[in-house]
């Protein structure tokens, strides 16, 4: 027995292969962490302690500048796709529940772009 | 809408706990809290962006016994869900789902955490402790 609606079967089309996009992409942030997290926790240990001109000096690199925009935004979207699961599996109730995942999702965005932003602004102060 | 009272599976109140399940509910605790160090790194980037002043103040709130604190926390909630999400990327692969296996995994990561946060913090005091 098909599992189709009607309307699915008249058109005749396949999956778009879209159903799978919020698990994928969350298993592509999680493996890009892994390395960023990583390089990002033995860096601040090396800057422990560290003064105002040797962190914005260590920001201000290229490298470094690229590697921690990479961090926020595979960071911060991994945030939001699993706070996104956790409102979903507790909050059943609309309008608390399409609320909360909206104000959730702008907020991760919000903050990851000012984190992104300072790096930026820091990268191209010279 | 309709009071439903039946019971809901798996009866958290008289359930045992195990190891999996543990590990499995740490592992969205760890992530939610992890969102609070998010705001705390973007915090402190930010503070480096608006200069020394704002980046001075930041520092001396880390540095605060209260700071270390949550940095402690932070670091084995990070270490924690860096370990236990490398688990979770095996399983997805399709490796590991013995039950042997997910107990034995679940040794590691916790093992794994523990280590990584030693080894972090030994490293920090060393390098505070250096000449500076």
Sequence with gaps: ?????????????????????????QRLTAVALVPLTLWFVASL???????????????????VAVLLTLLFVSGFYHLALGLQVVIEDYVHEDPARIVSLVAVRFACWLIGAIAVFSVLKIAFRG | MVERNRPLSPHIQIYRPQMT????ILHRITGVGLGVGALLVAYWVAAA?????????????????FGYLVLLGFSVALFFH???GIRHLFW?????????????????????????????????????????
């Excluded at chain 2, 789902?97 to 920090?124: D, H, N, Q």
């Design chain 1, 1 to 25: 027995m098909s599992m189709r609606t009607p309307l699915g079967r008249v058109r005749g089309l396949g999956s778009a292969k879209e159903g799978v996009h919020h698990w994928w992409v």
């Design chain 2, 82 to 84: 860096l370990s236990n």
């Design chain 2, 49 to 65: 962006a608006g200069g020394p002043d704002h980046f001075a103040r930041a520092q001396a709130l880390i540095g605060s016994w």
């Design chain 1, 45 to 63: 240990i090396q800057l422990a302690g560290a003064d105002y001109a040797m962190v914005s000096a260590w920001i201000a690199q290229p490298l």
């Design chain 2, 92 to 132: 997805d692969a399709g490796y590991g789902f013995e039950l042997r296996s997910a107990y034995a995994s679940g040794v590691a990561v916790l093992v794994m955490t523990a280590g990584l946060t030693l080894i972090a913090w030994v490293a920090a005091f060393t390098v505070l402790g250096g000449a500076r």
């Design chain 2, 21 to 24: 399940s543990v590990l499995s």
